[in-house]
T-cell receptor, first 112, second 112 residues
Framework: GAGVSQSPSNKVTEKGKDVELRCDPI?????LYWYRQSLGQGLEFLIY????????KSGLPSDRFSAERTGGSVSTLTIQRTQQEDSAVYLC??????????FGEGSWLTVV | DAKTTQPPSMDCAEGRAANLPCNHS???????VYWYRQIHSQGPQYIIH???NNETNEMASLIITEDRKSSTLILPHATLRDTAVYYC?????????????FGSGTRLLVRP
């Protein structure tokens, strides 16, 4: 596709359940980023993938959060044992190496 | 932590120029200044970026001071659709990690 694609666009889940959020970056982009934005708050960096290098996981808030990037393209962000404070919009972005970063429209997660 | 300082809010009249300031006094010589905006919790939209020269594109102009310690984003003829949160970001480049660290941004309100 032309832009960064994320799915699902909306997800409601029960506290304690696991969720998976998917990101399809722009074709050919080498770098992929995940951010989180809680209601009324700024964007919080979570994790960054660049090619085959080890990911920068410095922003992951706890060990319940993990992400994979298969084949250097699609990425999945997994949140285990969800808590209400995990409710947020999760934004994915991609870039070609250090060039301009483009964002998707996000996946809205609500934990009830 | 974000390396930029922006006023929390500004307003301007429709049709007039909007000038959004940003301080980045600790910027390094090889760090770029990026501007993004976010409209009503959509994914952040790239506007413009620069290193040391002034830049202009179809959306905006970016004026960077000679010492690179501050910059101004100019929307030449603001419209109601330009109402958004504007983020000024210095691009971190640590061990080839090109992630963006977002601050609080400036909430711009364009008045009819």
């Amino acid at each position: 596709g032309a832009g960064v694609s994320q799915s699902p666009s909306n997800k409601v889940t029960e506290k304690g359940k696991d969720v998976e959020l998917r990101c399809d970056p722009i074709s050919g982009h080498t770098a992929l980023y995940w951010y989180r934005q809680s209601l009324g708050q700024g964007l919080e960096f979570l994790i960054y993938f660049q090619g085959n290098s080890a990911p920068d996981k410095s922003g992951l808030p706890s060990d319940r959060f993990s992400a994979e990037r298969t084949g250097g393209s699609v990425s999945t962000l997994t949140i285990q044992r969800t808590q209400q404070e995990d409710s947020a919009v999760y934004l994915c972005a991609s870039s070609f190496y250090g060039n301009t970063i483009y964002f998707g429209e996000g996946s809205w997660l609500t934990v009830v | 932590d974000a390396k930029t300082t922006q006023p929390p809010s500004m307003d301007c009249a429709e049709g007039r120029a909007a000038n959004l300031p940003c301080n980045h006094s600790t910027i390094s010589g090889n760090e770029y200044v990026y501007w993004y905006r976010q409209i009503h919790s959509q994914g952040p939209q790239y506007i413009i970026h620069g290193l040391k020269n002034n830049e202009t594109n179809e959306m905006a102009s970016l004026i960077i001071t000679e010492d690179r310690k501050s910059s101004t984003l100019i929307l030449p003829h603001a419209t109601l659709r330009d109402t958004a949160v504007y983020y000024c970001i210095v691009r971190v480049d640590e061990d080839s990690s090109y992630k963006l660290i977002f601050g609080s941004g400036t909430r711009l309100l364009v008045r009819p």
